[in-house]
């Protein structure tokens, strides 16, 4: 059975916070850049925000102030930190790995060949 490396979704009511981790062990063992992705029901999946390994961040326009990325290299883990949650925040969330230590500036789907199985954010009004 494949290991599921997202956690902390579920349903939020609007104005409220989530933080999503990301056990990136399996995906990322030696503290790749990793992203993640929101997929909305019957969207297509977009990059929100990427992390290298020195901690350098990058965020889509769209989620810039709401939205922060983190990592603990020493956990393994990846997290993303939602605030003031909106309903066009809900779906499924994924992180992902270049499989390489950087990033490439621009959050593309193609530049991450590793993926979690996705963890859902519902967001209530």
């Known amino acids: 059975q494949a290991q599921k490396e997202e956690f902390g979704g579920g349903t939020v009511q609007a104005g409220g916070s989530v933080r999503l981790s990301c056990d990136a062990s399996d995906i990322s063992p030696n503290n790749y850049c990793m992203g993640w992705f929101r997929q909305a029901p019957g969207g297509k999946r977009e990059g929100v925000a990427d992390?290298?390994?020195?901690?350098?961040?990058t965020y889509v326009d769209s989620v810039k102030g709401r939205y922060t990325i983190s990592r603990d290299n020493a956990k393994d883990t990846v997290y993303l930190d939602i605030d003031n949650l909106k309903p066009e925040d809900t779906g499924t969330y994924y992180c992902?790995?270049?499989?390489?230590?950087?990033?490439?500036?621009?959050?593309?789907?193609?530049?991450?060949?590793?993926w979690g199985q996705g963890t859902q954010v519902t967001v209530s009004p």
């Open positions: 992390i290298d390994r020195e901690g350098q961040k």
């Open positions: 992902a790995s270049t499989g390489v230590w950087y990033c490439f500036g621009d959050i593309r789907e193609d530049a991450f060949g590793y």
